[in-house]
């Protein structure tokens, strides 16, 4: 239950109930709110309702305040309500609302939280999208990790997910794969290949892959010309590039759904169509564009070209749609993928992009917007660099790469746990600093070790009880935790179900990582204020009967920061070592 929404459909009651009785108008709006407050110390909960009503109602905010706090004090869950300030209403509920809660969480377990916000309504969310041409780097491996825990948030909202993998496998960049390959080839069949030549790719990773196709193909390709290899090698490279992104990707968690080739986008005429479709639209024309701001590029010509009109949907400049050889651009081929995924039943698409394509966020959704009539919507959610350090310093980058930290290397350090939560600590749009050091320190300042920890300590508690965490409770059972940290904690517990919500509707998934750090040290201080005052410990071997009611609490802890793990793909833990 999601306590804020259940008190908003009380106070809504209790307008309607005053409108009945003729001391408010009728028909008022209901675009009031029940939040957390600003300050602890105000109470439980705040709403803005008597500022919103008054208006309408055309009546002093503070008068339909008293109006509607006098009806709230009538409610059997609310100890005290308030006025304050201009006109809000503060609550303060009775600790066995507070209690009750823990039932849901044990009945529920880790589906605690789900919600049917999403309706079961498809969405799309692509991410990672690395070009075939090496292997994944720590740049990749920050958007893996936000694209797949928001989809797996997105699902616990409610929505049906699909996850999606866009392979760029057309274009200048998997010909140079293909010439690189042909390089390593000839160099596992004994030649002397020499520096790798300028615009090829140069790290060791092709190696295997040349030798590879000299083991399936022999010397077949080494007197051939150009025209004949390109196209078998560069499908060769392609599949073993890919076969290792994806290797790499299940070791750090993330599995797609869905592969979706930019090739084959060109081959079955998807490109031609989706465009088609635009200029169907009046939305292509032919005109000449005017040179970049700042410096006029030296090989800038005004020239007619085939033009998108995405000014007229936001962006800043009409875009090209084909090159000057008459091909496609890759903004052309952009288009028509998501196209594709519009009539594949997608009117809601979420892409995860890299720092470097800052760029294009304003023409990709202007050409979205064109091609689906606004009824199609896409959130691109930018993912900014990350810095790899050890004890504070740059991290070398690797030989094999020969440029970056690959993902490999990033898992084998710390583990995929670690990466995957660490990458969730900050704003997807925010830089961020991956320590290896600090993430393999046992300290609070470690957040990915402080949540386990709470999560094994809550593990140790059960065991030392003996396992025997009750099947049911009662009010007379849980009244006995009235202690104000576990008060706390189970209003804490309380905010899980809000938290998954707005944490989907913003498409943030760092809030999970935020939410359960703030449990975990309110959770870490009742055990700690345990060690001082044998009082408060979770088992006190003297009082059978308060000791079941607090590990329902610890075990209602523990079932929310597994399910709060599942969404970041993290496991928990029953025992650190």
Known sequence: MDIFKHFTSIVTSEVEALAGAGRLPAGLPTGYAVEPPREVGHGDLTTNAALVLAKPARLAP?????????????HADVASADVAGPGFIN????????????????????????????????????YVSANPTGPLHVGHVRGAVYGDALANLLQK?????TREYYINDAGAQVDALAHSTFVRYREALGEAVGPIPEGLYPGEYLQPVGAALAARDGRHWLDRPQSEWLEPIRAFAIDAMMAEVRRDLKELGVEHDVFSSERALHADGRVARALAALQAGGHVYTGILEPPKGKKPDDWEPRPQTLFRAT????????????????????????????????????????VWGADHGGYVKRMRAAVAALTGGAGTLDIKICQLVRVLRAGQPVRMSKRAGEFVTLAELIREVGADAVRFIMLTRKNDAALDFDLAKVL????????????????????????????????TDPAMLARLGDSGELSLMRRLALWPRTVEAAAEAHEPHRIAFYLYDLTQEFHAQWNRGNDDPAVRFIVPEDEGLTQARLVLVEAVRMVIASGLAVMGVKPVEEMR
């Open 441 to 472: 320190e046992q300290s609070r300042d470690n957040p990915v070790f402080y949540v386990q920890y709470a999560h094994a300590r809550c593990c140790s508690v059960r065991r030392r009880s003996g396992g025997a965490i009750p099947s049911r």
């Open 157 to 161: 909202a409610g929505f049906a997910v």
């Open 62 to 74: 503070r008068a339909i305040a008293e109006l509607l706090a006098e009806r709230l004090r009538g």
């Open 91 to 126: 609550l303060r509920l009775q600790d066995a609302f507070w209690q009750r809660q823990l039932d849901a969480i044990l009945a529920a377990g880790t589906a605690y939280g789900d919600s049917a916000l999403g309706a079961g309504e498809a969405i799309n969310v692509e």
């Open 312 to 351: 007229a949907f936001g962006d800043d400049v009409d875009r090209p749609l084909r090159k000057s050889d008459g091909s496609w651009t890759y903004f052309a081929a952009d288009i028509a993928y998501h196209h594709d995924k519009f009539t594949r039943g997608f009117r809601r698409m979420v892409d």
